[in-house]
């Protein structure tokens, strides 16, 4: 049976899909936004500081689920702009430590909201 993931600390779905949903022992975090949960707007700046919010969304609803980003085991990137990659990979790193997610990034026509990058992440418990 899967078990839904809420967590208020993170902005809430913008359409008929879950946060997360935990199944098997396993997180499956929907795609992160850069939403800032307590202003409902993107976090300012650029791609960097999106990508921090994106990021700072997906632990929150980790932890809600009982883990962590120390037990992601992959994540896919999505960006509206290849030419983001670098900036987006500085602010990554911060996140993760080794050994890193396996990981995936791909650049997209758009994305949710014309963010500029989007976060999705799957953890074990």
């Known amino acids: 049976m899967n078990k839904q993931i809420k967590k208020k600390k993170a902005p ?3 359409g008929p899909y879950s946060q997360a949903v935990e ?22 700046g650029g791609v960097k ?5 994106s990021l700072t969304n997906a632990k929150h609803i980790l932890e809600e689920a ?3 980003l120390q037990h992601v085991v992959k994540t896919t990137v ?3 702009d290849m030419a983001d990659f670098a900036a987006m990979n500085e602010v990554y790193a911060e996140f993760f430590s080794q050994p890193f997610p396996a990981r995936s990034a791909v650049a997209v026509k758009t994305l949710p909201k014309n963010a500029l990058v989007e976060v999705e992440c799957i953890a074990v418990k």
Request: glycine share 12%; proline share 6%.
């Open 12 to 14: 809430a779905a913008i």
């Open 78 to 80: 999505f960006l509206s």
């Open 66 to 68: 009982g883990t962590d």
């Open 49 to 53: 500081e999106q990508t921090r919010q």
């Open 23 to 44: 199944a098997n022992g396993m997180v499956f975090a929907s795609g992160q936004l850069p939403i800032d949960p307590t202003t409902g707007a993107f976090a300012e």
